[in-house]
């Protein structure tokens, strides 16, 4: 039940996803059934257009051959003759029966079925001047073979007229078809726009509801470090998640100052600077843990709008299905960038992440990429935080890449060695040279200018680095290799149990 009303009731993250993805996939299915129902209509329409005139062109064909091999028969007497003759007659019967089956417009209806009964007698007329032939009755056999191209004569006369009154008939049903088709196109148009302006506005929405708030508590948790505990608290109904967040909050500003409050004038001086120093030391780390929160929810707006921009023309040059597979990594980025930082994920939660950005770049740059994973699954179950792979890997698209007019290729290995898990990811970039390797082998990433701040996660190098060593007490977590012009391989080892 509480499941429930967080994804219909609660204003809360999950809901806003939630119904954004559902309105996505109900004009989407909207779109594909009306597109499905009117080209099958299309379809059967085009079908009944064309069926008449088939059938009587394979009829009038057959009745030539018909004619001329009773002829041959009639004059050789030809086994060979009889047994085209009986071939011919076979298909002549079931292209009649066919021609009655036809269904169309009362008119002619009428004139088809007039046609079968003509064929019909003009079919008993052949099998009599055979029979008149082999009796040696002579002037019955004249007479037949008259009223046999008789026959042939009438039904080649309707079978014209019928044809030009269904070119008349084809002609307007073609128009109409034509305007139908159009009608389909510019109805797919307004569904694909009306999905970019969804995941426009969602974007915008989305993003300004999650960062409004934690700017806020952000700039008080700085007002607080530096010891103005008197916040202002932030007005305005937001989403759950950060209504929680601002309560406890702002409980805990008003209880340190209360306690600070209660301290004055009870200890002396010195202690009163301690304990304002430790208090300084919890709202800092308070702000550090806010920044960072506000850093995974705030995407850049120029990586969104080259992504957004290169699912819109998906949607316009190909079908719906490469549209939603891009929409559907799209999403499993963003669900998966605004977690916890402060949480653990498993190293195949990352792998599945970096595959996921792959796929959206992959759209981008096309074959200019390549990226190729090889991973050892006995590895996958180690613990580590989330988001690191990916600045990693944005990193060397952005840096490695800059200057390269070549393909450029990024091999991720991930094996396990003894109680650590191992991950490599290597790229055939410009490297670096020996100074700048020295730098950040050292931990140092401000003594130089280096840029390592990704355009997704806005997380650097730096910032991978210090939550990995941070997690895991180890200052060996993270190694470079490279060479200049050649590659740059950054090596991560993390421990299995962690």
């Given at each position: ?8 009731i609660y204003n809360t993250l999950?809901r ?5 993805i559902?309105v996505?996939l109900?004009?989407f299915?909207?779109g ?5 129902y ?5 379809n ?7 069926t ?7 009829m009038?064909?057959?009745?030539t051959?018909?004619e ?5 028969y ?7 003759s009889?047994v ?5 007659k076979?298909t ?7 021609l ?5 417009d009362?008119?002619?209806q ?7 009964l003509i064929?019909e ?13 082999r009796?040696r ?15 042939s004569s009438?039904?080649n006369?309707?079978v014209?007229?019928?044809?030009t ?6 002609l307007e049903?073609y128009l109409?078809?034509?305007d139908?088709?159009?009608?389909i196109?510019?109805t797919l148009m307004i569904?694909?726009?009306?999905i970019?302006?969804?995941s426009?506005t969602?974007?915008?929405?989305f993003?300004?509801?999650?960062t409004q ?6 700039r008080?948790a ?6 103005q505990?008197n916040?202002?608290k ?6 759950q998640e950060?209504?929680v ?15 600070i ?11 009163k600077?301690?304990i304002?120093?430790?208090e ?13 929160m506000?850093?995974q ?9 080259n992504?957004?921009n ?18 559907d990594?799209?999403g ?5 960038n ?7 994920v498993t190293?195949g939660?990352?792998?599945?992440n ?9 759209v981008?740059f096309?074959?200019?990429?390549h990226?190729q994973f090889?991973?050892?699954e ?5 613990g580590?935080?989330?988001i690191?792979l990916?600045?990693?890997i ?6 490695g ?5 070549t393909e ?9 060695d003894?109680?650590f898990?191992?991950?490599t990811i290597?790229?055939n970039?410009?490297?670096?040279d020996a100074?700048?390797l020295?730098?950040l082998n ?13 355009h ?5 190098l ?10 895991f007490?180890l200052?060996?977590?993270?190694r ?15 421990p299995m149990?962690?």
């Amino acid at each position: 039940m509480e499941k429930f009303k967080q994804l219909f009731i609660y204003n809360t993250l999950k809901r806003k996803v939630f119904t954004f993805i559902i309105v996505v996939l109900t004009c989407f299915v909207t779109g594909f059934t009306f597109t499905f129902y009117m080209t099958s209509r299309i379809n059967n329409q085009i079908n009944d257009m064309f069926t008449t005139s088939i059938v009587l062109d394979k009829m009038m064909q057959q009745m030539t051959a018909f004619e001329t091999t009773l002829e041959d028969y009639l004059s050789t007497k030809s086994s060979d003759s009889l047994v085209n003759y009986l071939d011919i007659k076979e298909t002549l019967i079931t292209l009649n029966e066919q021609l009655d089956a036809v269904k169309s417009d009362n008119s002619t209806q009428l004139q088809l079925y007039d046609i079968h009964l003509i064929v019909e007698a003009y079919l008993k007329t052949a099998d009599a001047s055979i029979d008149y032939k082999r009796a040696r009755n002579t002037e019955r056999y004249l007479e037949t073979l008259a009223t046999l191209k008789d026959y042939s004569s009438y039904i080649n006369t309707k079978v014209t007229h019928l044809e030009t009154e269904e070119f008349q008939s084809n002609l307007e049903n073609y128009l109409a078809l034509t305007d139908k088709m159009k009608v389909i196109q510019l109805t797919l148009m307004i569904i694909v726009v009306l999905i970019i302006v969804l995941s426009f506005t969602f974007v915008y929405s989305f993003s300004t509801n999650v960062t409004q708030p934690i700017e806020e508590l952000s700039r008080r948790a700085d007002a607080i470090s530096r010891g103005q505990y008197n916040v202002k608290k932030i007005h305005g109904h937001h989403f759950q998640e950060a209504e929680v967040l601002k309560t406890a909050f702002y409980d805990m500003a008003h209880n340190i100052n209360q306690y600070i409050n209660e301290l004055e004038g009870k200890v002396e001086t010195e202690n009163k600077l301690r304990i304002s120093e430790t208090e300084k030391l919890k709202m800092q780390n308070l702000l550090r843990q806010a920044e960072i929160m506000a850093l995974q929810s705030q995407i850049n707006p120029h990586f969104l709008f080259n992504t957004l921009n290169a699912g819109m023309q998906l949607a316009y040059i190909e079908g719906a299905d490469r549209t939603a597979a891009f929409l559907d990594h799209l999403g499993k980025l963003f669900r998966y960038n605004i977690q916890r930082l402060d949480k653990l994920v498993t190293l195949g939660d990352e792998i599945d992440n970096a595959k996921n950005y792959y796929a959206l770049m992959k759209v981008r740059f096309g074959e200019s990429l390549h990226m190729q994973f090889e991973v050892d699954e006995q590895a996958c179950s180690a613990g580590m935080p989330p988001i690191i792979l990916q600045p990693i890997i944005e990193n060397a698209l952005i840096h490695g890449f800059e200057q390269k007019t070549t393909e450029g290729r990024i091999d991720i290995a991930v094996r396990r060695d003894g109680d650590f898990a191992v991950i490599t990811i290597e790229d055939n970039g410009e490297g670096m040279d020996a100074s700048t390797l020295a730098l950040l082998n050292s931990g140092d990433f401000h003594k130089k200018p280096i840029k390592t701040k990704g355009h997704t996660t806005g997380l650097g190098l730096e910032n991978v680095y210090e939550r990995l060593r941070q997690s895991f007490e180890l200052h060996d977590v993270m190694r470079f290799e490279s060479e200049k012009n050649c590659f740059t391989r950054v090596i991560i080892k993390i421990p299995m149990e962690a």
